[in-house]
Structures are given as structure tokens and as C-alpha cells.
């Protein structure tokens, strides 16, 4: 169950409150009849799906209904940060650390983190 | 390969069962495969089984980067039906029923595929109408299907609340009696022992870091264990296709998401058949141990940690207690999640690559156990062809560039 500070309310609700809405950040092409059809398929529906760090778009449905992002490590669910509608990430793939991602603790795909003997 | 029979049995008994053989070898990776199949899951392990068995292409790799059968095969909840709506896809799960109906003989081991018949209820007008346009579909399609009512599924599934007291009211169901489920571990088990025995390399404890490519090319994979070549590669990793397309260089309509089941302490037999609804959300039926078999819906967040939200577990039981009141005081024994990959309309990606050589079959999303035998088929076509089976022709990654896309939400909605 995530624990969601929303930057609107500026307080933490229960995950039930929220709605995930997919990946943050992208862009609708400018000019949508001059797109090409590879451009407007990337478009609506090629994502980054990242096994890690992943910036993405959830809405307080239940709450003040703002649209907002969190960026949270996809293998340990740890959230990193939320920010507002308009604002860039604090902490990217690159940035965060491992300890902040929480991998050794919460990873649970258990045959990639037993690793393998040859 | 040591075939299994009735009396091989009444022969190992003679000594007292000790000299079985393994189902399968642990070889050491070759330098050098004909083809690979990245994925040791359900799909991939069929796909290896008719690569060797129809194509006569034996020197082949499976790559697991864990055990066989271990993601998505080992985690769902087995329901097999083919009661889809479009020709497309109705297609390639009938293809996949047939197969189903006599995979045991072919594999000479025993999957336990029970055609104890699949329900999905319909609870308003518009359920009724999707219903009724869906088993039109079918049997247009040549495949079993009827519209029965609140009267009838009383009958065939007597424990569901069939009265007008539920806060859903049962309106009605579509029945395809030839749907019903399988034993995953068998169906992996079973494809896995018929390609070892036709020489199949099943690398377990493997995993796929990257892929070699020259020229546009694919000329083998990156391992764990050392590099290993390939012309041919076919990439059959369910939740993790997101990742290996992005070592490969480009992006897939795909996302991954959890998606939870759990089952109960074990009962006598109180289920006849499997029951699935959409607009309630939830779906059940009960193995041969007893525990009733429940499956949830999935996390509308990414996740690859193979566990989601205690929330949909709750919204689960719920609507299995709105269906199955009786039910309000059984206990649940285990609670599991494997990560599916979903597309945009339900249907899956089997389709060549903007590389050459590397083929994806992925995109099952939370519904292709069904599909198992007729996936593997189909893609061990392709991979021998070069070029899409007829069947799968539809399922490639371009259509969500032309936009010809197979909307199976309706047939799919919760949906396994
Ligand atoms: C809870 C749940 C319930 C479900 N219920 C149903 C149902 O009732 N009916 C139905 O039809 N479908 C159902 N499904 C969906 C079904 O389980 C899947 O669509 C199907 O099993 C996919 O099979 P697969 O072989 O493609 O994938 P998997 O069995 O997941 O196999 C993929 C394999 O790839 C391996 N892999 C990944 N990355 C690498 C790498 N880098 N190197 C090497 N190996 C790698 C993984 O370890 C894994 O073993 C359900 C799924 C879940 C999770
Ligand atoms: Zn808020």
C-alpha cells in the first residue's frame, strides 16, 4: 500500500485516494495533422516501461482531483518524490541512489537478485 | 526420451519408483545456436517444442534467467477459453483450443486440461448486449458459444447467487463449455521434456544482458554466462519485454504492471466450472487439490516486483463474496503477483523487429496461458519463416502504427 504526499494537499493519503495515470513528461506532438503516422503511434502508445527509476503521472481522484507526478523505483516501489503539474524531476535514473531506490530491502523478483553462479 | 504410460507405470513400481528419468538435461551453453528463444515460460518452451517438432530446427537455446515455468506460467490462474470477439484474435486462441485438446497425447504428458466450461456473467443491459454480440461472433467463427440464463447457470454453477437479492443481479451469462483450465507447471514441464528429448538446449539460470548486433543484425545474445550466437532470436519474456527491447534499441507499446491471484485452504468440490465477470471483477474456479483458485485485477501502476496492492486483493474477495455469498468465511491460504505486460488493445505483439533477425512475442498481458500452445506454434512458424504465420500476421508491433488495432477490451476486460 503506498503512502502518497500529494503537493497540492500537501499532506500523505492512502494510495486508494489516487488514481496511476502512466508515463509523465509527454509530449503531444505541436502540430498533430502534420504528424507522421510513426510520430502519432510513438505518440499515443510506445512507453518507456523502465525496470527502476520511472516519472509518472497519477491523479488525486478522491481527493482535490489534481493531476500531479511521483517518480518511484518500479522494482521496489519506493517513491522518491512527488511534484507538481509543470515541474521537472529532482531525481532521475542517473541521480538516485540505491540506498533512496530501497533495492536490497524490497526487491522481490527473486531470480535477479540471487544472481547466478556460472 | 522415456515415454510415460500406464504400464511403465506398473513397471517402476517394481522398483519401487527410483528409476525415472529426468525430465530433461542441464547442458553447458554452445557457442552457437540456430536459433534462440530468450524465456524459459510457457510460450518460449513451446515455441522451442514445434521449432524442434515441426520445423526439424533442433539446434536451438532456450535462455531462462531463473527456473522453468517460474514467471507468469507458474503465477496465473489457468483459465483457457476462446470465446474472443474479433476474427483476429478468435483466430489465434481457437488455434490455440485445438491444440489444447490434444496436447496431452502429443506431449505424452499429462497437463490435466479440464473442459469443465467457462461463464461470464453479464450484470446489466449492456453486459447482456456485449454478450450476446460476442457469442454471435463466435459461433460465426465456428467456435462453442451460447447465452444462457440467470436459470440455466443456475443450474451449471448451483453455489453462484443467481436471486435478485445480489446488489449486482446475474442478468445472464455467455457459456463456452470447451473452455475450462490446465496445471501450468505441467504444460511448462511438458513442452520443456519434448524439446529436450529432440535436443533442445534448456539453459536455466541464464539471463539475457544485452543483445549483439552488427550491421542492423542480431548475431547472438550477452549472458550471464559468456556470449552465445544466433542468427535467429525470440524474445518470449512476458513483463520484462520492456527491458530487453530497450537493450535492442527501441521501445515497445508495452507496459508492465502487477497482477495479484491467491487461492484458499483447500475445500471438497463446491465449484462445477470456471466464473468469470467483468463488472464485478473478479473470477474463480477450483483446482483438483480443493483451494478455490481467485484471481484479481491488476495494478494500474508499473511495477516489477512480482507483488501489488493489498487494496486489489480487497476489491477481489469482494466481488467473489458478491457472486459466491457462501464463501464470506473461507480462508485464504497464499497470495501471489507476476508482472504482465499489457498493450493497448489486449491483444498480444508477435511480430518481427526493427532489427533484423530478433523476433518479440509478448503483450499476453493478463490472458495467455490460454494461448500457450498456439503461441509457441505460431511463433515457431515465424521463426522458421523469417516471416509472419498467417495467424500472427495481424499481431505486429506496425499496427499500432497504422492503427489497425484488435480491440479486445470487451472480450478481455478483466480478464483471463
Ligand atoms: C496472477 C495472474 C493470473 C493470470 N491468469 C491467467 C488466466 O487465468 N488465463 C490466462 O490465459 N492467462 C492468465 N495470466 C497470464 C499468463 O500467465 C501469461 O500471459 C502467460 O503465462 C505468459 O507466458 P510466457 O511464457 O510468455 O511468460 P512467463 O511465464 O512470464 O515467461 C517469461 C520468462 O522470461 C524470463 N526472462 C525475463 N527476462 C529474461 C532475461 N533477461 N533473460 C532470460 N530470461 C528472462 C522470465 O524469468 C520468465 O520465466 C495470468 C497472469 C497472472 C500474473
Ligand atoms: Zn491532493
Given at each position: 500500500m503506498f503512502h502518497i504526499y500529494c503537493p497540492y494537499c500537501a499532506e500523505y493519503r492512502e494510495e486508494e485516494e489516487f488514481h496511476p495515470k502512466g508515463q509523465a513528461h509527454i509530449?503531444?506532438?505541436?502540430?498533430?495533422?502534420?504528424?507522421?503516422?510513426?510520430?502519432?503511434?510513438?505518440?499515443?502508445?510506445?512507453?518507456?516501461?523502465?525496470?527502476?527509476?520511472?516519472?509518472?503521472?497519477?491523479?488525486?481522484?478522491?481527493?482535490?482531483?489534481?493531476?500531479?507526478?511521483?517518480?518511484?523505483?518500479?522494482?521496489?516501489?519506493?517513491?522518491?518524490?512527488?511534484?507538481?503539474?509543470?515541474?521537472?524531476?529532482?531525481?532521475?535514473?542517473?541521480?538516485?541512489?540505491?540506498?533512496e531506490r530501497d533495492i536490497e530491502r524490497r526487491t522481490s523478483d527473486t531470480a535477479t537478485i540471487q544472481g547466478v553462479p556460472s | 526420451m522415456q515415454r510415460y504410460s500406464g504400464f511403465s507405470l506398473v513397471k517402476h513400481a517394481l522398483s519401487h519408483h527410483e528409476n525415472w528419468q529426468r525430465h530433461w538435461r542441464n547442458p553447458v551453453p554452445k557457442k552457437e545456436y540456430d536459433v534462440i528463444i530468450v524465456g524459459g515460460g510457457g510460450h518460449g518452451l513451446a515455441t522451442a517444442y514445434y521449432l524442434a517438432k515441426q520445423?526439424?530446427?533442433?539446434?536451438?537455446?532456450?535462455?531462462?534467467?531463473?527456473?522453468?515455468?517460474?514467471?507468469?506460467?507458474?503465477?496465473?490462474?489457468?483459465?483457457?477459453?476462446?470465446?474472443?470477439?474479433?476474427?483476429?484474435?478468435?483466430?489465434?486462441?481457437?488455434?490455440?483450443?485445438?491444440l489444447w485438446e490434444g496436447l496431452s497425447q502429443d506431449l505424452n504428458y499429462n497437463v490435466m486440461f479440464s473442459q469443465r466450461g467457462v461463464l461470464n456473467l453479464?450484470?446489466?443491459?449492456?453486459?447482456?448486449?456485449?454478450?450476446?454480440?460476442?457469442?454471435?461472433?463466435?459461433?460465426?467463427?465456428?467456435?462453442?458459444?451460447?447465452?444462457?440464463?440467470?436459470?440455466?447457470?443456475?443450474?451449471?454453477?448451483?453455489?453462484?447467487?443467481?436471486?435478485?437479492?445480489?446488489?449486482?443481479?446475474?442478468?445472464?451469462?455467455s457459456w463456452q463449455p470447451r473452455g475450462g483450465v490446465?496445471?501450468?507447471?505441467?504444460?511448462a514441464w511438458g513442452f520443456a521434456r519434448g524439446a529436450d528429448a529432440r535436443g533442445v538446449d534448456l539453459l536455466q539460470q541464464t539471463e539475457v544482458t544485452g543483445f549483439k548486433i552488427v550491421d542492423g543484425k542480431v548475431v547472438g545474445v550477452h549472458t550471464n554466462r559468456g556470449d552465445i550466437g544466433a542468427r535467429t532470436v525470440g524474445c518470449v519474456t512476458a513483463g520484462n519485454s520492456g527491458v530487453l527491447a530497450k537493450m535492442a534499441g527501441f521501445q515497445l507499446p508495452v507496459e508492465s504492471h502487477p497482477?495479484?491471484?491467491?487461492?484458499?485452504?483447500?475445500?471438497?468440490?463446491?465449484?462445477?466450472?470456471?466464473?468469470?465477470?467483468n463488472h464485478?471483477?473478479?473470477?474463480?474456479?477450483?483446482?483438483?487439490?480443493?483451494?478455490?483458485?481467485?484471481?484479481?485485477?491488476?495494478?494500474?501502476?508499473?511495477?516489477y516486483g512480482q507483488r501489488g496492492s493489498f487494496s486489489v486483493v480487497e476489491h477481489t474477495l469482494q466481488a467473489i463474496i458478491e457472486m459466491f455469498p457462501m464463501f464470506s468465511r473461507v480462508r485464504m491460504n497464499r497470495q501471489w503477483g507476476g508482472i504482465v505486460d499489457t498493450t493497448p488493445d489486449a491483444?498480444?505483439?508477435?511480430?518481427?523487429?526493427?532489427?533484423?533477425?530478433?523476433?518479440?512475442?509478448?503483450?499476453?498481458?493478463?490472458?495467455?496461458?490460454?494461448?500457450?500452445?498456439?503461441?509457441?506454434?505460431?511463433?515457431?512458424?515465424?521463426?522458421?519463416?523469417?516471416?509472419?504465420?498467417?495467424?500472427?500476421?495481424?499481431?505486429?508491433?506496425?499496427?499500432?502504427?497504422?492503427?489497425?488495432?484488435?480491440?479486445?477490451?470487451?472480450?478481455?476486460?478483466?480478464a483471463h
Open positions: 509530449a503531444r506532438p505541436a502540430d498533430p495533422t502534420a504528424s507522421s503516422d510513426d510520430a502519432w503511434g510513438d505518440y499515443l502508445f510506445f512507453r518507456d516501461n523502465p525496470r527502476g527509476v520511472h516519472h509518472e503521472l497519477w491523479v488525486h481522484a478522491v481527493g482535490c482531483r489534481k493531476f500531479f507526478n511521483i517518480t518511484r523505483d518500479t522494482r521496489s516501489y519506493a517513491i522518491l518524490e512527488t511534484y507538481r503539474m509543470g515541474e521537472q524531476p529532482g531525481v532521475t535514473a542517473e541521480t538516485a541512489t540505491l540506498a | 520445423h526439424g530446427i533442433t539446434n536451438v537455446a532456450v535462455i531462462e534467467k531463473g527456473w522453468l515455468g517460474g514467471g507468469n506460467t507458474a503465477r496465473n490462474t489457468t483459465i483457457v477459453r476462446s470465446n474472443y470477439l474479433w476474427d483476429e484474435s478468435a483466430a489465434l486462441y481457437e488455434h490455440s483450443m485445438k453479464g450484470h446489466t443491459l449492456q453486459d447482456m448486449r456485449d454478450i450476446q454480440r460476442r457469442v454471435h461472433a463466435n459461433r460465426l467463427n465456428g467456435i462453442d458459444g451460447e447465452v444462457v440464463t440467470p436459470e440455466q447457470i443456475k443450474e451449471i454453477e448451483p453455489a453462484l447467487d443467481t436471486s435478485e437479492r445480489a446488489r449486482y443481479p446475474i442478468l445472464g451469462a490446465a496445471r501450468h507447471d505441467a504444460v497482477l495479484q491471484a491467491l487461492v484458499s485452504e483447500p475445500l471438497k468440490p463446491i465449484l462445477n466450472t470456471v466464473t468469470m465477470s464485478v471483477h473478479g473470477y474463480i474456479s477450483q483446482s483438483d487439490k480443493g483451494d478455490l483458485v481467485i484471481g484479481a485485477g491488476i495494478d494500474g501502476y508499473l511495477g491483444c498480444p505483439i508477435i511480430s518481427k523487429t526493427p532489427v533484423q533477425g530478433l523476433f518479440f512475442n509478448c503483450g499476453w498481458g493478463t490472458g495467455g496461458f490460454k494461448a500457450t500452445p498456439g503461441s509457441g506454434n505460431v511463433f515457431a512458424w515465424t521463426l522458421a519463416h523469417g516471416q509472419a504465420h498467417p495467424i500472427a500476421a495481424a499481431f505486429s508491433i506496425d499496427r499500432f502504427r497504422t492503427g489497425a488495432l484488435i480491440d479486445e477490451h470487451g472480450a478481455a476486460g478483466v
